[in-house]
């Protein structure tokens, strides 16, 4: 069982940077494909970026590639997700989440969630 924890969302301006962390409990963390999710108001949840559990490979919507970078910190049982360059549309709540397979984009395949932080880029 791995319960996760995000932290760092916050206000930013349009054209910022902001770092999310997520951690995780439970002896296990290393052994999970990690990610982030993102739901701006009125849509669906949508896949953002993961990172395998050894942390080698990552794997990156096309909407924020090249913008957003997910590390992790096995030692730590802590995910990152470094989102720069940020815009408006990026505006959301952001999941942390862990799952079995690497990479996947569907929200399904994802056991653990965690409870969201809000992340919102002003104009």
């Known amino acids: 069982q791995v319960q996760l924890e995000e932290s760092g969302g916050g206000l930013v301006q349009d054209g910022g940077s902001l770092k999310l962390s997520c951690a995780a409990s439970g002896p296990t963390f290393s052994s999970y494909a990690m990610g982030w999710f993102r739901q701006a108001p009125g849509k669906e949840r949508e896949f953002v970026l993961a990172?395998?559990?050894?942390?080698?490979?990552?794997y990156s919507a096309d909407s924020v590639r090249g913008r957003f970078s997910i590390s992790r910190d096995n030692a730590k049982n802590t995910v990152y997700l470094q989102m720069r360059s940020l815009k408006p549309e990026d505006t959301a709540v952001y999941y942390c989440?862990?799952?079995?397979?690497?990479?996947?984009?569907?929200?399904?395949?994802?056991?653990?969630w965690g409870q969201g932080t809000q992340v919102t880029v002003s104009s």
């Open positions: 989440v862990g799952g079995r397979r690497f990479p996947v984009t569907a929200a399904w395949e994802y056991e653990y």
């Open positions: 990172i395998s559990p050894t942390g080698g490979n990552t």
